[in-house]
């Protein structure tokens, strides 16, 4: 971890890190959802950046991740699965993102965009898809502050959460320089919630898993003692 990382200080603190991802959010009605996420807990808010290109779909863009900045005091973990962020990480920074997370598979070598998010005064991320060997983000985890493991193929909420990405979480705990966030996104929910908290990952987007549910509050605190019993059997 280079730059000061509030996330993190949210986990020092103890809090369990239950991202919601808004990608699950009903969209009429987008203040009054973050309303009750916050309601609910959530320290931060997951957002889906898609292109149509690094994958196939679209979500949304810079004038809303502004209206959810305009929206909410909570961390903001923007999520860009484009084909070029390099080209649009300065306006995101200044629409409201406080993480900024780029995919390995765009850039093998993710250190300059990393130093162009660090020079924003956001902090920088990486992620890889469920065929992508963790091999390829070890050396670059003394030079962002979050990991972000797929664990379904990007583009689409509500997909079946893969196993198989579990023994990249372990490795990557074991590997981690103090500071670094481990986080896991795709089919994270009450049945898969509790191997990702073991596996070791210490952040967890949920979209289906918590807005597909009527009482957010009540989901969000089971969620998180699944978590709590789980991390407490991790072999870190
Ligand atoms: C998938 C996105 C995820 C997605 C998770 O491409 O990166 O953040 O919103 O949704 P669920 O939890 O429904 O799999
Ligand atoms: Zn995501």
Do not use: W
């Amino acid at each position: 971890m280079i730059a000061r990382s509030p996330l993190y200080d949210e986990y020092q603190a103890g809090h369990v890190m239950i991202g919601p991802s808004l990608l699950a959010a009903d969209f009429r009605y987008l203040a009054r959802e973050i309303e009750r996420l916050e309601a609910a807990g959530a320290r931060f808010l997951h957002l889906d950046i898609m292109d149509g290109h690094f994958v196939p779909n679209l979500s949304f863009g810079i004038p809303i991740v502004q209206a959810v900045r305009r929206a909410t005091p909570l961390i903001l973990d923007v999520h860009l699965m484009i084909s070029n962020p390099e080209a649009h990480i300065e306006r995101f920074r200044e629409a409201g993102a406080d993480y900024l997370t780029v995919h390995i598979e765009v850039a093998p070598d993710p250190r300059p965009l990393f130093e162009m998010i660090h020079r924003t005064g956001a902090c920088a991320g990486v992620s890889l898809n469920p065929p992508t060997p963790v091999e390829t983000v070890i050396p670059y985890l003394n030079n962002c502050e979050l990991v972000l493991v797929m664990s379904v193929m990007p583009g689409f909420g509500g997909q079946s959460f893969r196993p198989e990405v579990l023994p990249k979480i372990r490795r990557l705990r074991q590997l981690a320089p103090e500071g670094l966030m481990i986080s896991v996104d795709g089919g994270v929910n009450g049945q898969t919630i509790g191997q990702c908290a073991e596996a070791g990952a210490t952040m967890f987007i949920v979209g289906t898993g918590l807005l597909g549910h009527d009482n957010y509050s009540q989901r969000y605190r089971e969620l998180a003692a699944l978590v709590k019993n789980h991390q407490s059997k991790a072999v870190v």
